[in-house]
């Protein structure tokens, strides 16, 4: 859980390298399956099929209930990998729109930003990608009024990260389910900072009876190495052919390895379970210093170990104040303090942090 400088003094980390070190750090099933890969073949390309591929592969396969896995680098690219295949099945049926959600983040490719709305991701990339509309998130009037027999997927976060820990409705669920009923367009999930057990299920979407036809994941699965997957329901199998999309790194053995590790970890020794369970008792004591300080504090949201604390004002300074105090977090939309620490984290991690909060808040509104 601690990170430490050069001097050697001790950072407990809220932040996970923003989502990715699930498993904390130096842990041991991680550095000992890397090192056996780098001892047998770091890389040999994707022409050949290899063993620590498959094996991640049918392990997600297995854990999820898709029928293919693509392997990549990152999520952006596992994001940019969902586009190219929406837009290709919607190409062969007639479909062309592509829905998704204002204050999203899908990564820094041209595709994703023709998905999002954040100026400060986009200003100065124009033109974009045509044929993407934009919604409120959880807008389910405009969502219905949107779509149409056009439309070929709605893109979206089923917990907002950068835009600020925004949680998916159960309404905007809802309708999104039968919208899907009447006009058959595709969902596409973008699970790179929510998955893999961060919100107390594997997937995010499992808490809201909500079925993705595409999920991308990325962030935790290579243990810290580059490493993102799409993931695919059957009736998309066979739209990408041979040669339409391809990468020369994606699914890198030593990566796939100790994604392998992770995997483990999560479902089976008990790191999901503990997001859930320390993630419940987190939010708790999160509300209880939103109780103890409403002017400071608007709102606490999230699910598992995946949480924002929204601010009355600018939270920078907070996180510079945590940093002063040897915790790690950081601020996302301006006003919102997000964490996301490794699974591994325990109660007393969470009080530590929240004893510090108390003081940094408490601190920051004298001089505000």
């Not at 969902?82 to 959600?101: C, D, E, F, P």
């Not at 929510?194 to 997937?203: A, V």
């Not at 059957?234 to 391809?246: A, C, F, R, S, T």
């Amino acid at each position: 859980m601690y990170l430490f400088d050069k001097d050697g003094n001790a950072y407990l980390d809220f932040l996970g390298g923003v989502a990715v070190n699930a498993l904390g750090y130096g842990h041991e099933g991680v550095i000992t399956a890397i090192r056996q890969q780098v001892e047998e073949y770091i890389h040999i390309s994707n022409y050949f099929l290899q063993e620590p591929q498959i094996e991640l592969a049918e392990r997600l396969r297995s854990i999820t209930g898709y029928s293919g896995v693509f392997f990549c680098n990152s999520g952006a690219e596992a994001c940019e990998g969902a586009l190219k295949l929406a837009r290709k099945w919607g190409n062969a049926n007639g479909r062309s729109q592509i829905v998704t959600m204002q204050e999203s983040f899908h990564g820094r490719t041209m595709g994703a930003l023709s998905m999002m709305t954040n100026a400060d991701y986009r200003e100065g990339f124009g033109p974009f990608l045509g044929g993407c509309a934009n919604i409120p998130f959880n807008d389910a009037d405009q969502l219905s009024a949107l779509i149409s027999e056009k439309t070929a997927a709605v893109f979206l976060e089923i917990i907002q990260g950068e835009g600020g820990i925004n949680e998916l409705s159960r309404e905007f669920a809802g309708g999104l389910n039968e919208l899907k009923e009447r006009f058959g367009f595709l969902i596409i999930a973008d699970e790179v900072q929510s998955g893999i057990g961060r919100t107390g299920k594997f997937l995010a979407a499992d808490h809201y009876d909500l079925k993705p036809d595409i999920v991308t994941l990325a962030k935790p699965l290579g243990g810290g190495l580059p490493l993102g997957a799409i993931l695919v329901s059957e009736q998309l199998m066979d739209v990408l052919k041979p040669g339409n999309h391809g990468t020369t790194f994606g699914g890198n053995p030593v990566a796939c390895a100790a994604g392998k590790v992770v995997l483990q970890e999560v479902v089976e020794n008990g790191l999901m379970k503990n997001a859930a369970d320390t993630g419940s008792y987190f939010i708790q004591q999160l509300n209880m210093l939103q109780s103890e300080m409403p002017d400071a504090i608007k709102q606490v949201r999230g699910k598992g170990l995946m949480e924002g604390m929204e601010l009355s004002f600018p939270g920078k300074s907070i996180v510079d104040a945590m940093l002063e105090r040897r915790i790690i977090i950081n601020c996302t939309h301006g006003n919102v303090l997000r964490f996301l620490p490794p699974l591994i984290v325990e109660k007393s991690h969470i009080d530590h942090l929240c004893k510090s909060l108390r003081e940094a808040i408490s601190g920051g509104k004298l001089s505000r």
